[in-house]
Antibody
Framework: QVQLVQSGAEVRKPGASVKVSCKAS????????IDWVRQATGQGLEWMGW????????GYAQKFQGRVTLTRDTSINTAYMELSSLTSEDTAVYYC?????????????????WGQGTMVTVSP | DIQMTQSPSSLSASVGDRVTITCRAS??????LNWYQQKPGKAPKLLIY???SLQSGVPSRFSGSGSGTDFTLTINSLQPEDFATYYC????????FGGGTKVEVK
């Protein structure tokens, strides 16, 4: 069964960092990208960045540049998202998602498998 | 970044209705548009990719159309399990999502 399983809920104080994990199973993790999307309570979806588990290459939304770091450990099929300098605005559910390319153009790209989400609460 | 505008932001419908949701891009994105369904407390689920291709396992009452800047998601004969929030997402450039359309019970 193809799935992404994320780590549990986290609570952090303002200024701290958080690292969320996303373990892939049921497929070869190096054959698909892993993206991260977050959702504040009652709000829409916000894309944060992507990583190629195969090469380690990454790309980040401008909003998160310098604050987010995506890494992976292919030996355990796990991707990580670390977000630093947290504020209350970062309180949200964070999802990892499998990025699927349909061709070599890079444009036909969707998220066909999602993790269950990880709630990150930033509170004094 | 390309802005994605969905309309309406919410709608009320009954089981059996035909529902149409629109998504407009701030510039042409060809057919690089995906649709997702999200239920409360759950992760989004891919419904339609490349504007009109049905994701495997998704019921055929869901369909997508459009290209360029204007896109539509149609649900024919709305079922009880279809009450949810729907998002469009473009993959032409830096990925962005629409604001969502909540389909509620009339």
């Amino acid at each position: 069964q193809v799935q992404l399983v994320q780590s549990g809920a986290e609570v952090r104080k303002p200024g701290a960092s958080v690292k969320v994990s996303c373990k892939a199973s049921g497929y070869t993790v190096t054959t698909y990208d892993i993206d991260w999307v977050r959702q504040a309570t009652g709000q829409g979806l916000e894309w944060m960045g992507w990583m190629s588990p195969n090469t380690g290459n990454t790309g980040y939304a401008q909003k998160f540049q310098g604050r987010v770091t995506l890494t992976r450990d292919t030996s355990i099929n796990t991707a990580y998202m670390e977000l630093s300098s947290l504020t209350s605005e970062d309180t949200a559910v964070y999802y990892c998602a499998r990025g699927r390319h349909h061709d070599t153009s890079g444009y036909l790209y969707d998220f066909d498998i999602w993790g269950q989400g990880t709630m990150v609460t930033v509170s004094p | 970044d390309i802005q994605m505008t969905q309309s309406p932001s919410s709608l009320s419908a009954s089981v059996g209705d035909r529902v149409t949701i629109t998504c407009r891009a701030s510039q042409s994105i060809s057919r690089y548009l995906n649709w997702y369904q999200q239920k409360p407390g759950k992760a989004p689920k891919l419904l339609i990719y490349a504007a009109s291709s049905l994701q495997s396992g998704v019921p055929s009452r869901f369909s997508g159309s459009g290209s360029g800047t204007d896109f539509t998601l149609t649900i024919n004969s709305l079922q009880p399990e279809d009450f949810a929030t729907y998002y469009c997402q473009q993959s032409y450039s830096t990925l962005t999502f629409g604001g969502g359309t909540k389909v509620e019970v009339k």
